[in-house]
């Protein structure tokens, strides 16, 4: 069982005076960042912020930690360190992806994509149609929200080049399985690309076990800084074009930054590694891939004993629509709801009641469209990670049977 009051004690903003009395709703947005990544950053900006790599000791300092977050993050994510590379977020990390696609794509081949996408992984592979390129489009079902396999299966063929879909929906908040999906597509030859930002907050995947081509998600979501963090295999980043400056064309890290690398994010990106690695070895396991792999666990635990109430409650709302399953074992705790009303109007409502949340359509209108969402309502959103307790889900269903 996860020890929630050590957990807790790692995030500085559970301390701060001027949040004290809010339960926060909002993580689905952005997490809070833990102390080890607070400390990291602080220390760069402070000992280190010079340009890195050089021989003397502040900037070999620099340089190394870079190399360490690449090396520990790789490692928990099951990959090879030089399949990992750092971006400002994971909609550039696609747009860049999605200029080197368009070069490599043989003439006749399609792309799929689906539509329960949040935009990052639709928006940069759709706008390759204006090119010339076809886009076909993988449906939701309207009324669950749910992706089928066996749809897939009649929209790929020998022409599909790449199939683009996400681990976990930003609104639908269901999980799907990269895996059998993955094993799917790569049965007609097809290259797989997803979208792993709101399945990443609730622990990390083992993205060499998945089997997938590439796998992208935001540390800014996974209790870090600001960076989009994208693992691309190494034989599909050498058989992409390179992105990046001529001279660094040799380096598969480098070759999908052509705005180069952020020195101090990522190296404040190893924080997070250092806050899995202390919450396995608090609880009696080991570091590194094995950290990874018991967090993961732990996380979700605790995730599932708490959306279980909340769906519960939602479901038997009868002024309310739950976007997505009410099983919390096949989704992440992100709860999108549409109601009679504005959303945005609602969750102002909330915040008298110490609850941060948002109402909106959360740059996911190609899902709630099709499914039947009235977007000038939008959704009202509560999302929350392993960090979040009991008393605060209490409070947030509380403050909910006010505003409803």
Not at 275 to 295: I, K, N, Q
């Amino acid at each position: 069982m996860l020890d929630l009051a050590w957990v807790r004690a790692q995030f500085p903003a559970f301390s701060e005076p001027s949040l004290q009395g809010q339960a926060f709703f909002g993580n689905a947005g952005g997490s809070y960042a833990c102390q080890q990544v607070i400390d990291r950053l602080h220390r760069f900006y402070t000992q280190r912020k010079v340009q890195p790599y050089s021989a003397y000791e502040a900037s070999r300092l620099g340089g190394a930690e870079m190399d360490e977050a690449r090396t520990r993050l790789a490692a928990m994510l099951g990959v090879a360190r030089h399949e990992l590379s750092f971006g400002p977020s994971t909609t550039q990390n696609t747009y860049v992806l999605a200029q080197a696609v368009r070069r490599w794509i043989k003439p006749g081949q399609k792309i799929i994509v689906t539509n329960q996408d949040h935009e990052a992984n639709s928006g940069p592979w759709r706008r390759l149609a204006e090119d010339g390129l076809r886009v076909v489009e993988w449906q939701l079902d309207p009324d669950t929200g749910l992706l089928n396999p066996d749809d897939l299966v009649q929209l790929l063929g020998d022409d599909t080049a790449l199939v683009c879909f996400p681990h976990c929906s930003n609104v639908i908040g269901a999980i799907n399985d990269v895996e059998a999906i993955t094993r799917i597509a790569k049965s007609a030859g097809a290259r797989v690309c997803v979208d792993g930002v709101s399945y990443a907050p609730h622990g990390f995947a083992d993205v060499g076990a998945l089997g997938c081509d590439v796998y992208l998600f935001s540390a800014y979501k996974t209790y870090g800084p600001h960076q989009g963090i994208m693992v691309i295999r190494e034989d599909f980043g050498f058989e992409l074009p390179n992105q990046g400056h001529h001279f660094n064309g040799d380096t598969l890290y480098k070759r999908f930054t052509p705005a180069g690398p952020d020195h101090a994010q990522i190296a404040a990106s190893a924080g997070m590694a250092d806050y899995f690695d202390a919450m396995s070895l608090h609880h009696g396991g080991g570091t590194g891939a094995e950290a990874a792999r018991l967090s993961h666990d732990l996380m979700r635990a605790q995730e599932i004993a708490l959306l279980t109430p909340l769906l519960d409650y939602v479901s038997a709302k009868n002024s309310v629509r739950l976007i997505g399953p009410s099983d919390a074992a096949t989704r992440a705790p992100t709860v999108a709801m549409a109601l009679q009303g504005n959303a945005a109007d609602v969750a102002a409502r909330l915040v008298p009641f110490g609850i941060m949340a948002e109402g909106g359509d959360f740059y996911a209108q190609r899902p709630l469209q099709a499914m039947g969402v009235d977007l000038d309502k939008g959704v009202l959103r509560v999302s929350f990670t392993h960090y979040t307790s009991m008393a605060e889900v209490d409070q947030l269903m509380a403050a909910l049977d006010q505003v409803l």
